[in-house]
């Protein structure tokens, strides 16, 4: 068997016992880069160093050396996330040429580990997308198939670990960037509670909503990651000093006995039939399991879109005033300093950040502020009291990661609304801060991946992930993969 077609820490088990050498791994997984991302452009850029890094955790292991958990295993990460020396561009023609001086606190963490950057990965223009085609470097393809999107913006990430093109990627979520792409390229995603994982050296888009997670295929393989990237971070004053559970000691605890809640509004109007039925079936799985099935309400959800598109712009419209060409940004010609600003952003910017900056700014501007950015902060508010009820009834909250499978290129792009709208159970968790897994089930009858998300208390990642992890051990879904060569769909 292949490496590609093994898991990460199947990967890890064998470089440490000697059956594989780094050097190999990571050359097996750029040999597919090379071959595979010119169709797919799950890869902004490839890291010029790995293969050194591979030789260097190679020799140190012949000498006997102590090594990091994740020692040799090649990780891709999200081109909005620093990494020293490589250019980090969020996506953006703005940040076309930066290359940051530090790394982010999870790359140092994941270099501690020993693991290996293989290369940055596709993303929408500073995270503001659903689909990975507002990347200033071209849209990211699905490898199910190719006329369709991989779901945004961490859509490289997830496109490069269904496409084999490394074990293992770092994405962020904002509203659901790390899950829907997930469910759209049938592999797992983890938004981890906010505060669980650091933010510092993430490139902002909306500092009360953002959170860092692993993208994997399976739910072990994203508590292996988490063990690694979790826990507090002095330099990053939203960073949490609750304490950090063993994500992988409580994986085969069974689910005897476990709460699960379901909110029937979820499995109405708007869900695509087929997904409604797969996520039914799903239901029946965790009973098999011995979980306890409860219908639950979270009537606020219903208003967390409109919430989350007020309160996203208003935050990206002041973390995106940085960039204005004085500094370390792109920088337009111009004859004074006002054309300057207005031309450094007017071509540095994408339409879709310009749009998000634009409705941000009004919604903060005076006579403005108290009818719209103050009125969805209490509309936050009722949407975590909706889910400190649930969760007095419940451990856990199961329904549709995403309302349909993943939409054709170019589908949505003259309409904003039904784009949103791909991300319409996923915001809650993120205005709530509370965390969120998608995993795969059963696919649509035309081959293309469906995800099932399980919500949880604030920092109970590892209910989560026993829960997916136990699934997992009952299904096969996340087994799969996409043919290749990879193939478009009417």
Known sequence: MTLSALNADVIVDQLNAGEVTATDCVQHFLDRIQVHNAELNAFIRVSESALEQAEAIDQRRKAGESLGCLAGLPIAIKDGICVSGQPTTAGSKMLENFSPPYDATIVERLKSADAIIIGKTNMDEFAMGSSTENSFFGP??????TNRVPGGSSGGSAACVAARLAPVAIGSDTGGSIRQPASFCGITGLKPSYGRVSRYGLIAFASSLDQIGP????AKESALLMSVIAGFDPRDS???KEQVSDFLKSLETPLAG???GVCRDHLNEGLDVEVKTKINDAISVFKQLGANIEEIELPQTKSAIAAYY????CEASSNLARYDGVRYTFRAQANDLEEMYRNTRGQGFGDEVKQRIMLGTYALSSGYYEAYYLKASKVRRMIKQDYDEAFKKVDLILGPTTPTPAFKLGQHTED?????????YTVSANLAGI???SVPVEPSSTGLPIGLQLQGRAFEENT???AAHQFQNETLWHTASPSEPWRTQS
Request: aromatic fraction near 6%; hydrophobic fraction near 50%.
């Open 238 to 240: 939203t960073s949490s």
């Open 416 to 424: 904003p609304l039904a784009m949103y709208l791909a991300d319409i």
């Open 258 to 260: 476990v709460r699960i």
């Open 140 to 145: 990211t393809n699905n490898p199910w198939a």
């Open 215 to 218: 993208m994997t295929r399976t």
């Open 310 to 313: 007020i309160i996203a712009p």
């Open 435 to 437: 965390p969120a897994i």
């Open 464 to 466: 989560l992930l026993r």
